[in-house]
């Protein structure tokens, strides 16, 4: 049975990735989104009342910042309200343990105020550097899992001579994806590298004319020229550096 999933949900991936190469961005990035969709509308609705659901994403501390507002932006304030309710609570408990840590260190610390600043000069990091992980985020680990299914379709699709063409026609893949999918052909299919420069170059040799393009046309001297698909790359060539909006 789950083999037969994993069948059907290949042959959904290939046919949205196929649908998605006539929309401008990457194509990744574009089903990503739809995918997500689903996902949050699927948690605002059902899983949400999933007791052991709620309760891995309330150790998890909550959703990453950009799937927070994501779903604030999708109207579940009622949702988002009673998982943080019981994370703040918990942050409250973490401060309030810091705080009975912090006063018994000072206690053993107590003496002299030369001694204190000496201790506590010699203990100073180097540099002070806060840097919070959303690894645990349940929509994150979500999309991981997406991309690498992906990826690993397009570039079996790539064998297609009509979808390299589509492909080619296409925004072209995002940074972050187009490396994504170099390692995967690098491991699994070593043969897929070159059509996958090839698509991706000329992607990327046409965004970057039509950008010319752009800016060409924005000097006077050719100000009364007709304007066409070249006033957007703009967008195009955003998406190609750092993804269509929304994903990454």
Not at 176 to 193: K, M, S, V
Not at 203 to 230: A, I, T, W
Request: charged fraction near 30%; hydrophobic fraction near 35%.
């Amino acid at each position: 049975m789950q083999k037969e999933d994993e069948v059907v949900q290949h042959s959904r991936d290939a046919d949205v990735l196929r649908s998605a190469f006539e929309r401008e961005g990457c194509p990744v990035c574009t089903v990503i989104q739809e995918y997500m969709q689903h996902l949050m509308d699927s948690w605002q609705y059902d899983g949400f009342t999933d007791l052991e659901h709620r309760q891995e994403l309330i150790r998890s501390r909550g959703f990453c910042p950009l799937h927070t507002w994501q779903l604030a932006q999708r109207g579940a304030p009622f949702q988002l309200a009673v998982i943080y309710r019981e994370v703040l609570t918990d942050m409250l408990a973490d401060i309030e343990r810091d705080q009975r840590l912090l006063a018994h260190r000072n206690a053993l610390e107590a003496g002299p105020a030369w001694l204190r600043w000496w201790r506590r000069w010699h203990r100073r990091p180097d540099t002070i550097s806060v840097q919070l992980t959303y690894e645990q985020c349940p929509f994150c680990q979500s999309r991981v899992r997406i991309e690498q299914r992906l990826v690993s379709t397009l570039l079996e699709q790539l064998r297609s001579e009509e979808i390299r063409a589509l492909l080619c026609e296409s925004t072209g893949l995002c940074r972050a994806h187009f490396t994504q999918a170099r390692i995967w052909a690098e491991e699994h299919d070593p043969r897929g590298l070159a059509s996958l420069f090839t698509c991706q170059y000329t992607c990327v040799r046409r965004v970057l004319e039509e950008v010319q393009e752009l800016l060409r046309k924005h000097d006077y001297r050719f100000s009364d020229e007709p304007r066409g698909n070249e006033m957007t790359s703009w967008r195009r060539a955003a998406d190609l550096c750092a993804g269509n909006p929304g994903v990454l």
